[in-house]
């Protein structure tokens, strides 16, 4: 399921199995949902969809109590943060998620911010155990790479390259000549600046400009000088105006004398975000009213055949969003393969990509909100990279003309990045993490008649049940030979302690992993018929009051805290 948008595939899918097995929905339910996997891309909570229960009710009623066999309650429910509240609209994100085996975001720094909109479905887990992982988007190569790129990876690759397990494209295309690259690039910018001249002709002459205006067009731009390109859907978190910040200063940039630039801008706002609409026109008159006519173009009617030219062609593909609103972003993935190197946030896919080696970052990998202050510093920021950075090595060249120092990095960065979020990688990843797993986990609690199915049902029933009759006492802690020693008595009620793991856990430190100790049943019982002592040994590493017992519920076959998410810590 692509984002939340599907997630009534849910349903449907639990009513066929339903009609298949003459089971019921909470079995069909606990069967499917071992098959389902659930891609989020929203980096705000407020993007997903979200329904009125009135709404819910015209359409749904009849389904649920049809087909589905259960109350509108019950569906609704599945929807909502409190169950309990009739109030509270269905979001159809809540239903991918409890619908789902597994759940992930598309880029790393996605996944931890979807980590923390979801933990309020599990609540007093820690963030980081929100069961929500990531795979970073990638983009199907030769849908974007020019003809000069196309044929320079295919002498230093092969023609199949991007079909077959990428094992060797780094290290063949890094045996590629400083000269061999630079005719590439040079040759992907000169059919760039030649379709630019075309596109804005047209546009002019749409728009009924003068003879004077088309025949200017059509001599527009320098096939030798640096490109910047900039293109993508204008809205106000994404600061496609950030650039703008210091008009003067850009202007600057753009007409050095030594070292000129000319930079590409294109995109559109949607038909009812006005402040996206307003933030187009600032560009297109800033162009308008200024010399930087000669250096600067805005293309209208974006769409993909123009970001394909742009991506083959432009020198550094710019993005600067606010962090960390940019779920991943894939317009930065498509220079890649052609050359094209990235000056971005460090947000979406580049948090992840970016080294010094490859490219340029902007800001400090920390968010700041919506701070005009922070903006004016960021917008300074990028200047100073463009005029100290990126403009100087793009023009220092050697005897034979080319720029060592960029060609340097745009070979690390075609080497190492291109195959790193290609499609090939992307698919493949998603096929051995998730769609396998997820296909044979659902063929193992379908069989014979959902045994495995009921079992989950039957567990999860008796943790609904008991859960509350549970209870810590007793704990005890001590250290020699450079160990912790827990001992903690745990009381059960009724619930069966098979249904259950006891851990000792300590959260992550200096960017390491969470620490997950299973704690063992002791020898001795400590008098109740309805309880046991637990032991664990770890290392003193770290200090004794980092690690705290808990309880969560434990079936072999099971997803938890995804398929439940009760749990009980020591206080």
């Known amino acids: 399921m692509n984002e939340g948008h599907a997630a009534f595939a849910v349903l ?7 009609a298949e097995a003459k089971q019921s929905f909470q079995l069909a339910l606990a069967v499917t949902r071992a098959g389902n996997v659930f891609t989020t891309h929203t980096p705000v909570a407020a993007g997903f969809d979200r329904f009125a229960p009135e709404l819910m009710r ?8 049809s087909g589905l066999g259960i109350s509108l309650q019950e569906l609704l429910a599945l929807g909502r943060q409190n169950p309990n509240d009739p109030s509270e609209p269905f979001s159809m994100a809540y239903l991918a998620l409890r619908g789902s085996g597994a759940v992930n975001g598309v880029s790393r720094l996605h996944g931890q911010v979807s980590r923390r909109i979801f933990q309020v479905l599990f609540s007093r887990w820690p963030e980081v155990e929100v069961p929500i992982q990531h795979v970073t988007n990638g983009v199907h190569v030769p849908t974007w790479d020019s003809a000069q790129a196309d044929a320079l990876w295919t002498e230093a690759c092969g023609k199949q390259r991007w079909r077959g397990d990428l094992a060797n494209v780094q290290q063949d295309v890094r045996n590629v000549s400083d000269t061999d690259f ?26 009924g400009a003068s003879a004077d205006e088309i025949t200017q067009a059509a001599h527009i731009f320098d096939p030798e000088i640096l490109t910047i390109g900039f293109g993508r859907r204008f809205a106000s978190y994404k600061r496609p105006n950030l650039l703008l910040h210091d008009p003067d200063r850009l202007l600057r940039i753009l007409t050095g004398a030594d070292r000129p630039v000319q930079l590409i801008l294109a995109g559109k706002a949607h038909p009812q975000d006005t402040a996206g609409q307003d933030l187009v026109q600032q560009w297109i008159s800033w162009i308008h009213h200024t010399p930087a006519r000669s250096r600067a173009v805005f293309l209208s009617d974006y769409d993909m055949h123009l970001t394909q030219h742009m991506v083959q062609g432009v020198d550094l593909w710019l993005n600067t969003p606010r ?13 890649l393969v052609n050359g094209g190197l990235n000056l971005s946030e460090l947000d979406g896919w580049w948090a992840e990509a970016y080294s010094p080696d490859v490219g340029w970052a902007l800001g400090d990998g ?15 920021q990028l200047y100073d ?13 050697d005897a034979a003309g080319v720029p060592v120092a960029w060609i340097r990095r745009m070979r690390e960065s075609m080497a190492r990045l291109t195959p790193e979020f290609s499609a090939n990688r992307c698919v493949r990843e998603y096929t051995e993490r998730f769609y396998l797993p997820s296909a044979i986990d659902y063929s193992a609690r379908s069989a014979d008649q959902a045994r495995t199915g009921q079992g989950v049902i039957a567990w999860s029933d008796h943790l609904s049940k008991c859960w509350s009759q549970l209870r810590f006492s007793a704990l005890a802690v001590n250290t020699e030979g450079g160990r912790h020693n827990f001992q903690v008595q745990v009381h059960f009620g009724n619930l069966d302690e098979n249904a259950v793991r006891v851990e000792l856990y300590a ?26 002592t637990y032991v664990a040994s770890v290392s003193a ?9 808990r309880v969560i519920p434990y079936c072999p076959g099971t997803k938890v805290p995804l398929e439940a998410n009760q749990i009980l810590w020591y206080r």
């Open 507 to 532: 959260e992550p430190a200096e960017g390491g992993a969470s620490i997950h100790t299973q704690m063992a049943k002791g020898p001795q019982p400590f008098g109740s018929d309805t309880g046991a």
């Open 385 to 397: 990279l463009l005029e100290y950075e990126v403009v100087p090595e793009f023009y220092e060249r």
């Open 58 to 65: 015209v359409h749904f009623e009849h389904y649920v109590q």
């Open 541 to 549: 590493d770290r200090p004794a009051s980092h690690f705290t017992p």
């Open 12 to 18: 449907e899918r639990a009513r066929t199995y339903m």
């Open 366 to 380: 920390q968010e700041h909100g919506d701070d005009a202050a922070w903006d004016a510093g960021e917008a300074r």
């Open 323 to 335: 962090r960390p609103w940019e779920a991943c972003g894939t317009s930065g993935m498509k220079v």
């Open 182 to 207: 630079w005719r590439m690039r040079s040759l992907a910018r000169s059919s760039l600046v030649e379709y630019i001249r075309q596109r804005l002709s047209r546009q002019l002459a749409g728009q």
